[in-house]
Every structure is written in structure tokens, then in C-alpha cells.
């Protein structure tokens, strides 16, 4: 299997970059089918959240290019097997995140793996490597204090609101995926705010709010028929430009947090009116952060070089059954072949002896490669308790 990494960073490209990369779920297939196309690929593994766009892809044959040409945009290109296997295991583990200690990034990939299974996109190949990735990332957390943190962009947006919020403030969420699920959550806990969300579904919010959250159907907002408050968190998906100056001057907002990619207002706009906050400065915020967390991170660090020797020869597992598989087959042919290139030998014997003749000479051939197989094997298993 050969693998192909491009990977697209908010600290790289910006807000704007993850713009253009991000696929509306109905271009999804579409666009991934292309590139598979395009790049000769059998399997391609997508991921696009508020921080990053990652492309993976695997082929039997070998990439003639490792660099895209559907933008650009100048991503961090990745070929080697244990380099990527490695990458995945940071982002998984959010050594690579935004905000280090955050849960959400395994369960968005585990989400974009189901999705992408679903649609037929992802194969044998790339199923394997993802499953070892999710597994070797447990095990990480299981055997860390990573699971304790409870951290993230919602949670890094949240404490900012209530650093500056005073008490009884009102507050309004704009979209209620996974992002401001967990945005309400923590502010639900202070119990001193006045909250309130529109969706473009409703029944999420219905089972997901408790009685004393006001729920704004999406028309009334899109309508503009609002209430004013003092902060407004934005968090949707596909949506651009969504808080225009209408908008704006109804609510009248002292602070805006837009958590969203692409992004769902206009900076330049809302400083005009309020303070704008976006990922750029969630980012700026989580940095300070990681500082305190130097020790956590190494011991991480030294988890993910254990885990990616167990998946290395997993895989060094897999590709020797393989070529065990393979000369068994190619044993077998050559056996067949054999007794019909030397009929004029066996001329004069009855089927019984022919008969006889190929059961002998199958049992000595296994014999022969039980001998030599049990030689590799034990090589092999040598080499893998010694790290070689």
C-alpha cells in the first residue's frame, strides 16, 4: 500500500485557506470521486473541521505526484508510511490541534471515516489503517491523563464569554451541531446567563436545550425579527456572511465568536458595530494555554512513538502473510504446471500411480514449505521483540 498525506493547518493557511477546501456534504462524493480520478488513487480518507482539511490517499501503484494541483494553496505533504501513521496518531491524540487536550478531534475523524465508509469511498486499505489509528488512540488516552482534560475550542470560546460577560447577559447560538452543543453546556453550568439558539433544525435543539433556553425558530432569525443581546456565537456549517448589517444593528452585540469554517460573519463588518472574535484569536488564547501543559504533552509524545511501532508491525504483519499467501499460490501453479509439461515421463502409469505420484509430491512440497515458512516467521517475530 502507498500512501499519499496533504495536509492543510489553520496556522498555515488561515481561516480563509479552509475556506476554499471545505466540501458542502452534496459536493462530497462528487469532489472526492475526482480526485480519485485525478490522482489514479483506489481509496481517498477526507477530513475537513474548524482547524483543518486532510487528504489521504492509498494506491497499489505508486503516486506519480505528491503534490496537489486543485489548488494553491501549499499543504504539509506527507509519503512515507510511518510518517503518516505517526501525524495521525498527534492529530487523534490533539497534539496537533488547536487546543491541546480537546476530545472532539477523535470523534470528528471517527465521524468523517463512518461517513466516507457509508458512501463506498474508503476501501480495505485505508478501513485498516483508520481502525489501527483509533485503537492505538484509546489505548494513548486510556493509559494517560488526556481523558481528564476537558478542553476545547467550545470550551476556550465559552470561558472568554464568561470572562467578560457579567451575570444575567444575554446570550444567542447560531447553529447547535457538536461545536455549540458543547459552547452551552459549559455556559449552562455558570447558570447566570440568559440563552437562547436557533437552528435550522429544531428538533436538535428541542432535545439538546432544558426548559429556561429560549428556542428561536431559524425563519424568525432569518427574518431578523430579534431580541438584542450582548453576545452572539456562530457555529455553522456551509453558511457565509450569515450576521449582516441588519442583522447587526437588530441584536446589537457586544462581542461576536465566530467558531465557524468557512467563516459565518465578516470581521471587517461586525468591528465596525462590536468586538469579533474567530479561530485565529481561539487559537492565539489556546497557545497561551498549552504552556501549562508541557509535561502531559511529553508523556504523549512518548505514547504515540509505543503506538506507532505496534501499527508499524501490524502492518509489517500484514505484508508478510501476503507474500506467505502469494508463494503458497504461485507453489501450487507451478506443482500443476509441472505434471502437464512431463506427461511423456508418466506415460505407461496407470491413474492410480499418477494419482499416488501427485499426493506424494504435494505432501513433500508442504513439508518443504512448512520448514522454510516456520524459519521466517520465527525470523520475523525475532526482529519485531528486539525493535529492529
Not at 496556522?11 to 480563509?16: C, K, L, S, T
Not at 505517526?86 to 491524540?93: A, E, G, N, S
Not at 457555529?235 to 459565518?264: F, H
Amino acid at each position: 500500500m502507498n500512501l499519499l498525506q496533504w495536509s492543510f493547518h489553520i496556522r498555515d493557511i488561515g481561516v480563509e485557506g479552509l475556506e476554499t477546501l471545505t466540501f458542502s456534504e452534496a459536493q462530497l462524493k462528487d469532489q472526492l470521486l475526482s480526485l480519485k480520478q485525478r490522482y489514479q488513487c483506489d481509496e481517498i480518507f477526507y477530513l475537513a473541521t474548524c482547524n483543518r482539511v486532510e487528504f489521504l490517499l492509498a494506491s497499489d501503484t505508486e503516486f506519480k505526484t505528491t503534490t496537489p494541483d486543485f489548488t494553491q494553496l501549499q499543504p504539509e505533504v506527507r509519503n512515507q508510511t510511518q510518517d503518516i501513521t505517526q501525524y495521525w496518531l498527534k492529530v487523534c491524540c490533539s497534539l496537533d490541534s488547536i487546543v491541546f487536550g480537546e476530545n472532539q478531534i477523535l470523534g470528528q475523524v471517527k465521524k468523517a471515516f463512518s461517513e466516507l465508509q457509508n458512501q463506498n469511498l474508503l476501501g480495505a486499505q485505508l478501513s485498516k489503517f483508520m481502525n489501527l489509528i483509533f485503537r492505538e488512540s484509546k489505548w494513548i488516552r486510556s493509559h494517560s491523563n488526556l481523558s481528564r482534560i476537558q478542553t476545547s475550542v467550545s470550551s476556550v470560546a465559552a470561558k472568554k464569554v464568561t470572562s467578560e460577560l457579567k451575570k444575567n447577559g444575554k446570550i444567542l447560538l447560531v447553529g447547535f451541531g457538536e461545536t455549540n452543543q458543547l459552547v452551552y453546556k459549559y455556559l449552562r453550568k455558570k447558570q447566570k446567563y440568559s440563552i437562547s439558539v436557533t437552528n435550522r433544525t429544531l428538533s436538535k435543539v428541542e432535545s439538546g436545550v432544558d426548559s429556561t433556553t429560549q428556542i428561536l425558530p431559524w425563519d424568525q432569525f432569518a427574518k431578523n425579527n430579534l431580541d438584542q443581546v450582548d453576545v452572539v456565537i456562530l457555529a455553522l456549517t456551509g453558511q457565509k456572511n450569515i450576521l449582516d448589517s441588519n442583522k447587526l444593528k437588530v441584536l446589537k452585540p457586544k462581542m461576536v465568536l465566530d467558531l465557524s469554517v468557512p467563516a459565518n460573519a465578516d470581521e471587517k463588518l461586525v468591528e465596525k458595530t462590536c468586538q469579533y472574535i474567530g479561530l485565529n484569536e481561539i487559537k492565539t488564547i489556546a497557545e497561551q494555554n498549552k504552556e501549562s501543559s508541557k509535561g502531559l504533552i511529553k508523556e504523549i509524545e512518548q505514547l504515540v512513538q509505543i503506538s506507532l511501532k505496534k501499527i508499524l508491525i501490524d502492518f509489517s504483519r500484514k505484508s508478510l502473510d501476503q507474500i506467505i499467501t502469494t508463494n503458497l499460490e504461485k507453489t501450487k501453479e507451478i506443482h500443476t504446471n509441472t505434471f502437464e509439461e512431463n506427461k511423456d515421463l508418466l506415460k505407461g502409469l496407470s491413474n492410480e500411480q499418477l494419482e499416488a505420484i501427485k499426493i506424494l509430491s504435494e505432501r513433500l512440497i508442504k513439508k518443504i514449505n512448512h520448514i522454510h515458512l516456520k524459519s521466517i516467521k520465527q525470523v520475523y517475530s525475532d526482529l519485531t521483540d528486539t525493535g529492529a
